[in-house]
Structures are given as structure tokens and as C-alpha cells.
């Protein structure tokens, strides 16, 4: 294909803006897909991103268009997801691409995604094409909405294209923009290969399959290739493109995009945003932007039954081959038995993961609280660690200082709801860092916010104080120190580590409370008293007693002399001594879910 008819582009937009339903009318539009072939949300070929509504995994499509000026075009489309949580997945398909469709609802104007992923693309050196998507719903204010866009962005309103993709409504001219403004590849198809893995996945039969758009050279068929960041070397078992099924060619050349399955067992060997060249004639450095994508909370996942721990394990092997982003690591608890410790992006890739793991492989878990990474600075080495999970803490004497990772997040609401916001965020300890007014009767506010208290119930919480309207985004900013210990929960005077969490001292007694009472509802009652306490340290701070089960052995005594009563009591007193001595507490799953619903009422 002559490189000035390929056009590479991708769509961006906040979460439910549109964007599959473009890509379905897109793909309709170009004759790629018959209408047999037609459903909703052709590029969402997982069960759970067709329930949720929302792209999890990037994809990709190959469609020939036919233009208005008689020549046909090969465009590249790739599908990014807009959840928050899978950016990096979004960062690395804009690097593969000339230009963005950036599509806003018409009815809900410009959001927080839609802010995050047009900065990306700018940074990327994307072409805009701005798009109003749902005309259509009578609550529709385009006209106010590309008023919007042009304060922003500062495209004029008059070329903002409406648009409704789910009635097909002007698809015809976002094809046309994109091939009057996303330039075409430039690169040299002479050059050594060089090719960028924007996405993969593992298939049983080819191995691990890498999406690469092809920047420099050309590959053939049967030639070996070599990944720069580890140095694989591996012959290719197929390579092709995506229409939108994989179809097998002979060559990939400069500015396309295809996939390549390389055989290879595992994800980790061919990593998203890694550079794939050929081993007998390598390129001399790698595209730049690659960087290992970093996991920000974590949380432990267990079996219910211990002798489910080899399935589990399995599951999350077969997972990561899809989801390079999962990273896990076995971990032992005295409540919980054997489980694994894993890493997210975010508490909606979290959500996934499990839904996968309970879903696909038919497993029951218990999830423990999700935590952050923490630093912790040791008092006499100075020697810096991370910690995973508050288990791992060590001795406060030892400790000079912890610090915990800060976000900077954007809000975008209506101007109405700005005081409902800001006590939300005081109570989280944020920060105000500043504030914009993009159009009238919205603000963005800007601020920074430990990672900690947004990753539980932030987020329900500003939906729910502001009815939905307002919208967010956030980056990491960094790690700061705070004064911070760990809260144990003993049950009948024995930790339990599953239970334990790192909080704000001036949050600590609070939270101990809190923990302590939503406990003692939750724990069963046995024969002997079961105390439930919350320490800091060596300090109890709360403290509440399971009342035990207590047999009337003084029925039978009707009368007669009072040293008999007194010795029955007695006896049974001792019996429940002994027992409290010998006897375990089982905590429930209800106990362990109970840390996530400490909310802030």
C-alpha cells in the first residue's frame, strides 16, 4: 500500500461518550463488516466489557474506505479504552497512531476523561478531529457543546462535527476528516525494522500475540525478530492484520498496523510498549516511550476452600498472559490460610480481575482490603522499603518515617455542587491546588489527594453528593510523608493480619471504633467471652467484648441452701476458663468486607 493512503487513527472520550458505537457505524460505514456480521460493540469481544459498557482491553481494525476524491484509503482504527485506570493501555495505542477522534457526549459536554486523554494526545502530536456525538437524545446541546470544545481546545466551533453513532447519523463526514487532517505515516521503508507492541494476548495455538503498528522497515513471513527489552529472539508463527478477525499476509511494511504471533509463552516476554526488530538486522535503539507499567493498590486474594489454592494459582497465571498489568505474589495469612498477594492499576481493574477470576474459573475468593505502596524509611540505616501490605510493617521504634503515594486529580462539576465537593475532600485530607472555569456553570478543580483515600469509596461518594454530574481523573504525583501507623485488630487477644490497615494518626481512633463495633455485630458468639480490640502499637485504643453463650445450670435448683447454686456457677466458670484457653475464633468473610464499608458518616 502506498504509505500516503494509510491513515492511523484512534478514538478517545470519557467512559460511555460513544466511542463503540462510533467504531461500530465506522466499521459498517466502510463495508468492512456485512450486516450479518453487525452487533453491538463488534471490538468489545469480552463478556464483561459487553456488560459493563466499557472497553477494558485496547483493539484494533484494519477498514478501506472509499473517499469522495475517488481514491481508496487504508485507515488503522484502534479502540482505546476510557476508564481511568487502563490510561497507560490509552498512552501506548495513541503512540501508534497519526490521529485522535475525540468524541464528547452532547449531552453531558466535556469530562475529566475526555480532558486526560486529549492531553495525551497533544503530547503525542495527535491530530484532533473533534466529534458531538448524541444528537439524537432531545437533551442534546451540540451547539453549546462545540462552544465548549473551542474554549478548550481552541478548534472553531463550525468545525466540530455532529454526529449520532447510534443511529449513523454524518459518519460519512468523520471519515472524510479523517482523511483531509490525520497526516499520513512518515517513515522509510528501507530503514532497519521497527515496530511498537501497542497491545498483546495469549492465545493458546500462537502464543502470545503482539499488536504492533510498524514505524520503520518491513517484515516478512518467515524472518526472526528480537525484542530490545529483553533481548527474545523468536521466529513468528503468523503475521497479518485485524478485519476486525485476524486475517494472515505475507508482509507487514512501514505505517501499518497488524499483529504478530510470535510463539511465545508468556506475556512477560513481550511486553506492551516494548519494540520488536529483527534479529539478523537490528535497529540501533528502541522507539522511546517504553516503561514498565506500575501496579497502585493491592490487595489479597484467598480461597475460601485451601484446597482451591492450586486452581487460583493457575487462574492468575492464565490472566496475566492477557493482562500484563496483574502482577501477583503467594503470601500466607494466620486468619486466611495460602493466597496471593496482587497488584492493580486501580480499584476498577481490581473489580475485574476478580469478576474474571470467579467467573472463568469458577473459583470463590475472599478479597481483602485493598491497600496502597507505602515507603518506609528505616531509623538507623536509613535504608528505604516498600511495603505492600501493613503486615509487612515494621516495629514503630525502627521506623523514621512512612511515606504514601500522592495523586493529582481533577473533578470536573457544576458549579452548584462546589461545597459538597470541597468537604468531601477536606475530609480525605486533600489539598486545593487550583481551579478553572471552561465554560459557564462548570468548574475543574484541581487537587492533591493521598492515593490511600480515594482508592475505597471516593468515588461512589462524589457521584453520589453531586447526582452523577461530577466526573474525575487522576495521575500519580508522587510520595510524601505523613504520620501513619498501623491499626491491628486482635480477636480473642490474637491478631489478625487479614484485618490490619495503615491510617492517619489522627484517624487512627476513628477508624478503631468504627472497626471495633462493626465487628462485634459480625463476629459469632461462643461459649467463652471474646474480646475485640484495635491497637496502635502497644496502645488499645477501642475495645468491645462478644457476650458468650451461657447455659442456665441453675435450673434445676429450686430452692435449697445457696452453696450449691454457688458451686455450680463456679464449676462452670472454670469450664469456660479452659475452653477461652484452648478455643479459636473463626472470622467470618462478612468481618473482612466490613473494612471497606467504614465510610465517613
Known amino acids: 500500500m502506498d504509505q500516503s493512503k494509510i491513515r492511523n487513527f484512534c478514538i478517545i472520550a470519557h467512559i460511555d461518550h460513544g466511542k463503540s458505537t462510533l467504531a461500530d457505524r465506522l466499521l459498517q460505514e466502510t463495508g468492512t463488516l456485512t450486516e450479518r456480521e453487525m452487533q453491538e460493540q463488534v471490538l468489545d469481544d469480552m463478556d ?43 498512552s501506548r495505542a495513541l503512540q501508534g497512531c497519526e490521529g485522535a477522534i475525540l468524541v464528547v457526549d452532547a449531552t453531558q459536554g466535556i469530562e ?3 480532558l486526560a486523554n486529549l492531553y495525551l494526545a497533544v503530547e503525542s502530536d495527535l491530530e484532533i478531529i473533534p466529534v458531538v456525538n448524541k444528537i439524537d437524545l432531545p437533551a442534546a446541546q451540540p451547539e453549546d457543546v462545540a462552544e465548549e470544545i473551542e474554549n478548550i481546545i481552541g478548534i472553531p466551533a463550525e468545525e466540530v462535527i455532529p454526529i449520532s453513532a447510534k443511529m449513523g447519523a454524518n459518519i460519512e463526514q468523520v471519515l472524510e476528516a479523517v482523511v483531509a487532517h490525520v497526516p499520513p505515516p512518515h517513515s522509510d521503508p528501507d530503514d532497519p525494522f521497527r515496530a511498537l507492541v501497542f497491545d498483546s494476548h495469549y492465545d493458546s495455538y500462537k502464543g502470545v500475540i503482539a499488536y504492533v503498528r510498524v514505524f520503520e522497515g518491513a517484515l516478512d513471513k518467515r524472518q526472526w525478530i528480537r525484542m530490545m527489552s529483553n533481548d527474545v529472539t523468536v521466529e513468528p508463527i503468523e503475521i497479518g492484520i485485524f478485519s476486525p478477525s485476524m486475517k494472515p499476509v505475507e508482509r507487514l511494511t512501514a ?11 508468556t506475556v512477560r516476554e513481550c511486553r506492551v510498549g516494548d519494540t520488536i526488530t529483527l534479529r539478523d538486522q537490528p535497529a540501533a535503539e528502541p522507539l522511546p516511550g517504553y516503561e514498565a507499567v506500575k501496579p497502585m493498590v493491592f490487595a489479597g486474594f484467598y480461597p475460601t476452600e485451601g484446597e482451591e489454592y492450586a486452581l487460583l494459582k493457575e487462574a492468575l497465571e492464565r490472566l496475566q498472559l492477557n493482562d500484563a498489568a496483574l502482577v501477583y505474589e503467594p503470601e500466607t495469612s494466620t486468619a486466611l490460610n495460602f493466597g496471593f498477594r496482587c497488584g492493580f492499576l486501580g480499584l476498577f481493574h481490581m473489580e475485574i480481575i476478580q469478576e474474571r477470576l470467579e467467573r472463568e474459573y469458577d473459583l470463590d475468593l475472599v478479597a481483602t482490603a485493598p491497600s496502597v505502596r507505602y515507603e518506609v524509611v528505616m531509623a538507623q540505616t536509613g535504608e528505604v522499603r516498600i511495603i505492600e501490605s501493613p503486615a509487612e510493617l515494621p516495629d514503630e521504634n525502627l521506623i523514621e518515617e512512612i511515606r504514601e503515594p500522592w495523586m493529582h486529580v481533577q473533578i470536573f462539576l457544576p458549579e452548584e455542587y462546589y461545597g459538597v465537593v470541597m468537604d468531601l475532600v477536606i475530609k480525605r485530607r486533600g489539598e486545593l491546588t487550583g481551579q478553572e472555569y ?17 482508592i475505597i469509596d471516593f468515588y461512589d461518594k462524589l457521584k453520589s453528593g453531586t447526582r452523577g454530574y461530577a466526573s474525575m481523573d487522576y495521575e500519580f504525583a508522587g510520595y510524601r510523608a505523613s504520620k501513619l501507623v498501623k491499626l491491628d485488630v486482635l480477636v480473642a487477644k490474637t491478631p489478625v493480619d487479614a484485618l490490619a490497615m495503615i491510617v492517619h494518626e489522627d484517624d487512627a481512633y476513628h477508624r478503631g471504633q468504627k472497626l471495633v463495633t462493626q465487628l462485634r455485630k459480625l463476629i459469632p458468639r461462643q461459649m467463652f467471652e471474646v474480646p475485640i480490640q484495635a491497637a496502635t502499637g502497644k496502645r488499645v485504643i ?28 463456679e464449676k462452670q466458670k472454670k469450664g469456660k476458663k479452659r475452653m477461652k484457653m484452648i478455643g479459636n475464633v473463626e472470622v467470618p468473610q462478612e468481618a473482612f468486607m466490613a473494612v471497606l464499608k467504614l465510610g465517613d458518616d
Not at 484494533?60 to 490510561?87: C, Q, S
Not at 465554560?439 to 478543580?445: C, E, I, N, S
Request: glycine share 8%.
Open 112 to 114: 475529566a476523561q475526555t
Open 48 to 90: 464483561l466489557e459487553r456488560e459493563k459498557g466499557v472497553t477494558i482491553k485496547a483493539s484494533a481494525v484494519r477498514m478501506n474506505y472509499t473517499a469522495k476524491d475517488g481514491e481508496t484509503y487504508e485507515m488503522n482504527l484502534i479502540d482505546t479504552p476510557g476508564h481511568v485506570d487502563f490510561a497507560y493501555e490509552v
Open 438 to 454: 471552561p465554560a459557564p456553570g462548570r468548574v475543574v478543580l484541581k487537587y492533591d489527594l493521598p492515593l490511600s483515600e480515594i
Open 542 to 569: 477501642s475495645r468491645a467484648n462478644v457476650k458468650a453463650l451461657r447455659k442456665d445450670v441453675l435450673a434445676k435448683c429450686y430452692g435449697g441452701d445457696v452453696s450449691r447454686k454457688r458451686k455450680l456457677l
Open 255 to 265: 505505517g501499518e498496523v497488524g499483529y504478530i504471533a510470535t510463539g511465545l509463552k
